[in-house]
């Protein structure tokens, strides 16, 4: 067990605890995430247009934008 987890192999609690860059499934950058919540907070672009660019689904660009993930 202790070889998995090290390994980050683990299912559930250790590879969830990982947040941010730790995470190796990590799609976008700290700078990526600013970048996301300043265009759209200035209302030219929609979150479709976000996912897109991005390479993310909308409902992920929805929980950046409201805190929900990148807090």
Not at 2 to 26: C, H
């Amino acid at each position: 067990m202790a070889d998995m987890v090290r390994k980050r192999r683990a299912k559930g609690g250790a590879k969830r605890s990982m947040k941010g860059t730790a995470n190796p499934n990590v799609r976008l950058t700290p700078k990526q995430v600013d970048q996301i919540r300043r265009v759209y907070a200035k209302g030219a672009v929609t979150q479709q247009t976000l996912a897109a660019e991005y390479g993310v689904s909308q409902v992920q660009i929805s929980n950046i934008i409201r805190g929900r993930s990148w807090s």
